[in-house]
T-cell receptor
Framework: NAGVTQTPKFRILKIGQSMTLQCTQDMNHNYMYWYRQDPGMGLKLIYYSVGAGITDKGEVPNGYNVSRSTTEDFPLRLELAAPSQTSVYFC??????????????????FGDGTRLSIL | GQQVMQIPQYQHVQEGEDFTTYCNSSTTLSNIQWYKQRPGGHPVFLIQLVKSGEVKKQKRLTFQFGEAKKNSSLHITATQTTDVGTYFCAGDTGRRALTFGSGTRLQVQP
């Protein structure tokens, strides 16, 4: 049972390039999340999904896009990379059914993160 | 907007001393979770509190949820070097996803 797997672990991009951060989970979780963590700071929610085909913006969605075509995968797309997007990106998942009161109370399982530098 | 604030941002203690981090919300929380992130690692779920005034213990860690469900604390008794890391609270403020606090970084000197 791998849990939440993120690839790549490290990446350096040039300004203006694009890339996709991959995230997959094998726990059959409905909820998936993307966070960014700047050095010494907390977690900021970029996008989240409550199930396949459903995505929603978090606190800091600008410059990013997501899709959720399957339960397992939740890729994060960066278009036109900017230095301000240098950060560590974490994907997470949790169980529960959207609409049920207990859904947000399920523990989030995080991947190991992708360290992204944009120069 | 709805925020979850954590204090202090950073604390440096001697091994054996106690440590407390506090989490405060501008709105009533349905539940609150606590996570620990070791340096260079990813956040790991520790516990969830749901009831007003709830207190839960995990060995040397004590978690409390305030009576008004707007604040929470994590207390570590007799810190050890293995406690080093950043502790985050995450609260359900009514949005569709939890709101994470900014975290408290704990450094323990042997």
């Amino acid at each position: 049972n791998a849990g939440v797997t993120q690839t790549p672990k490290f990446r350096i991009l040039k300004i203006g390039q694009s890339m996709t951060l991959q995230c997959t989970q094998d726990m059959n979780h409905n909820y998936m999340y993307w966070y960014r963590q700047d050095p010494g700071m907390g977690l900021k929610l970029i996008y989240y999904s409550v199930g396949a085909g459903i995505t929603d913006k978090g606190e800091v969605p600008n410059g990013y896009n997501v899709s959720r075509s399957t339960t397992e995968d939740f890729p994060l797309r960066l278009e036109l990379a900017a230095p301000s997007q240098t950060s560590v990106y974490f994907c997470a998942s949790s169980s529960g059914w959207f609409g049920r009161a207990a859904a947000k109370g399920q523990p989030q399982h995080f991947g190991d993160g992708t360290r992204l530098s944009i120069l | 907007g709805q925020q979850v604030m954590q204090i202090p941002q950073y604390q440096h203690v001697q091994e054996g001393e106690d440590f407390t981090t506090y989490c405060n919300s501008s709105t009533t929380l349905s539940n609150i979770q606590w996570y620990k992130q070791r340096p260079g690692g990813h956040p790991v779920f520790l516990i969830q509190l749901v009831k007003s005034g709830e207190v839960k213990k995990q060995k040397r860690l004590t978690f409390q949820f305030g009576e008004a469900k707007k604040n929470s604390s994590l207390h570590i008794t007799a810190t050890q070097t293995t406690d080093v890391g950043t502790y985050f609270c995450a609260g359900d403020t009514g949005r569709r996803a939890l709101t994470f606090g900014s975290g408290t970084r704990l450094q323990v000197q042997p």
